[in-house]
């Protein structure tokens, strides 16, 4: 008996191609004939990936700055959530599945347009979590009503994108919730490393929080200086060496360094850039605490937070807030307050300093969590399962 080839999947990512999303795709490598696509001017570093990659043409490729926001402004104000690939269409020809992400994107868009032309199936992963955010344009709700015509099926990565899809009309047997996984044997618990103890300086006595992600004002950073500052005054934490360790960067990094400097926290607070993805592991396990104190906005509530199952995979007490999808990640496995609340932030972080016992407690039910929920072999099933289904 002959056995048919295995199925071609592009996985169409524009200029967000990363490795936390694609350390999933990893276990189908053998079963799928994987390639992913995305733009020359990618925003990740993709050091280590070791699927094909098929690069295209987009405005985030121009070397000018200027000329670069001219492009990102000018087609923001035509199709309000751009990211073309040019000569994309042409590219996916052959291929039996297209998953792209996210219905706004215009290069799903494009997938919709080598469906049509090529006969694929689309698959689209939906992160976004906010009722009808896109489509105030006539050119983006046109091309976006195109786009939920056409798709065969809907990856929502958690309920509440689920929910805005089938606000938009998208009938639930299109829908499949399926989240984004982690490699538990990568992210797994370690010793503290000596090196980064080391770079960081942080010594054995510390109690270290660890935040990762971009540095900006909807991730609650603000609220954590000011947990920070109401610790520094804490009696009951004098003998406590605390340390916070921020990594990441972002256009609110100089207001905070000067929060902090205001604050009179500039030898308990270190702002470290951003740190190959293969590192990142080490980063988590030198944390005692791990904290995401997002906040919501009009515009922003977090989609999903990949920063807290690799922190709860390495089994950390996380704390976060009740903002967008983070309750659906996190559930009982750590402490939730609420956003713009530095009182309750600070309380949550002083009660897992004091009680190493808790931190322990959850750590263990976290990692737990993620072996059961969000662990990429278990994911990877269930979107081969997905793609079987078409």
Not at 154 to 169: D, N, Q, Y
Request: net charge positive; glycine share 4%.
């Amino acid at each position: 008996m002959i056995s048919s080839p295995p199925k071609k999947v592009a996985l169409v990512r524009g200029a967000n191609l990363n490795l936390f999303e694609m350390q999933t795709y990893q276990h189908l490598k053998e079963e799928l004939s994987l390639t992913a696509f995305c733009n020359l001017g990618n925003n990740f570093d993709l050091k280590g990936f070791d699927l094909p990659i098929v690069k295209s043409w987009g405005f985030e490729s121009v070397a000018s700055k200027t000329i670069k926001r001219f492009l990102n402004s000018f087609l923001t104000l035509i199709l309000e959530t751009p990211q073309p690939m040019w000569g994309v269409v042409r590219s996916l020809k052959g291929y039996d599945i297209i998953h792209s992400a996210d219905i706004h994107y215009y290069y799903t868009y494009q997938a919709v347009k080598a469906k049509k032309k090529y006969g694929s199936k689309l698959v689209v992963t939906q992160w976004e979590n906010i009722p009808f955010k896109f489509g105030k344009t006539f050119f983006s709700k046109k091309r976006i009503e195109e786009v939920v015509k056409n798709i065969d099926l809907f990856l929502p990565v958690t309920s509440r994108a689920k929910e805005v899809l089938i606000l938009m009309g998208v009938p639930e047997e299109k829908i499949r919730v399926i989240p984004p996984g982690i490699d538990s044997r990568i992210f797994t618990p370690e010793l503290k490393d000596k090196n980064l103890k080391k770079k960081f300086d942080i010594s054995d006595n510390h109690i270290t929080i660890l935040y990762i992600g971009n540095l900006l004002r909807s991730k609650g950073l603000f609220e954590l200086i000011y947990a920070a500052s109401r610790m520094k005054k804490d009696k009951e934490l004098d003998s406590k060496n605390i340390k916070f360790l921020l990594i990441g960067a972002g256009k609110d990094k100089n207001k905070l360094e000067k929060l902090i400097s205001q604050m009179s926290l500039t030898d308990q607070f270190l702002l470290h850039p951003y740190m190959p993805y293969q590192d990142i592991p080490r980063i988590h396990n030198l944390a005692d605490i791990f904290v995401l104190p997002s906040v919501p906005s009009e515009q922003i509530r977090e989609q999903f937070g990949m920063v807290l199952i690799e922190s709860m995979s390495c089994a950390k007490a996380v704390v976060s807030t009740l903002c967008g999808s983070i309750p659906e990640v996190i559930g009982d496995a750590g402490l939730l307050v609420q956003p713009f609340d530095h009182l309750s932030l600070y309380l949550a972080i002083k009660n897992l300093i004091l009680n190493q016992k808790l931190r322990q407690e959850l750590g263990i039910k976290a990692r737990e969590r993620v072996l059961k929920y969000f662990d990429a072999e278990i994911i990877a099933r269930r979107i081969k399962e997905a793609y079987d289904s078409l």
